[in-house]
């Protein structure tokens, strides 16, 4: 039965990346230490971020366009472990179909790990996009995630007793409010000033008697 309900949850994670506004990344970690990276999703959203992040620069064949992707991926997709440390890639490679999968295989993952910081905007341009995060490390609970619009496609996560929970990750303040706030009041100060100026500097008009 619990072979089922594995079978049952991947196969439902298949269904998802044939959506073009959901994926689902894999971090996995090897019986001899090493890492695989696997992000997976709809070639249609593939195609349609190379298009769109990539206007003039045409891929012309099914190589060229791996290529292209593997970039992407690279420049939209980031992990950072115990606040500092970065991985290494020591493979890539791209599965092209239906449900289109980027495999990398990494290296340089700390093994005694306390916090996990991702970040996923490979799918920026598809509106309402999310990705499914999954984590698969040795001898910690399985966990999976959801990064989306409401968490700006970021989590912050700690590691707690062999497991990964999500932790607040401080959000960005908005200022905007403030600055046209702020201008406004300048601009009304730099109006008073002037006119009142204009008020001291203008010359009595005397009203003669008839």
Do not use: C
């Not at 420049?75 to 890539?92: G, P």
């Not at 609970?141 to 989306?148: A, G, H, M, S, Y």
């Not at 619009?149 to 999500?166: A, C, D, G, M, R």
């Amino acid at each position: 039965m619990y072979k089922i309900l594995i079978a049952l949850f991947f196969v439902s994670l298949s269904v998802q990346a044939h959506q073009a506004d959901a994926s689902t990344v894999m971090l996995v970690e090897q019986d001899n230490g090493s890492w695989v990276l696997q992000i997976s999703g709809a070639l249609t959203a593939f195609q349609h971020e190379i298009k769109t992040m990539y206007p003039v620069q045409e891929y012309k064949t099914p190589e060229e366009f791996k290529e292209m992707v593997i970039a992407h991926v690279k420049n939209n997709l980031s992990f950072l472990f115990n606040d500092k440390v970065n991985y290494k890639i020591k493979s890539a490679q791209v599965k092209l179909g239906h449900e289109t999968k980027v495999v990398f295989e990494l290296s340089g993952i700390p093994e005694n790990l306390k916090n996990v910081v991702v970040k996923n905007t490979i799918f920026k341009e598809i509106y309402k996009n999310q990705s499914t995060l999954l984590l698969f490390k040795n001898g910690f609970t399985k966990t999976r995630f959801v990064l989306n619009n409401e968490n700006q496609h970021t989590l912050n996560l700690k590691v707690e007793e062999h497991s990964f929970i999500s932790a607040p990750t401080e959000g960005k303040r908005d200022y905007s409010t403030l600055y046209v706030v702020g201008s406004v009041v300048f601009l009304l100060g730099v109006v008073n000033y002037f006119w009142m100026s204009y008020k001291e500097k203008k010359p009595l008009q005397v009203v003669k008697k008839s």
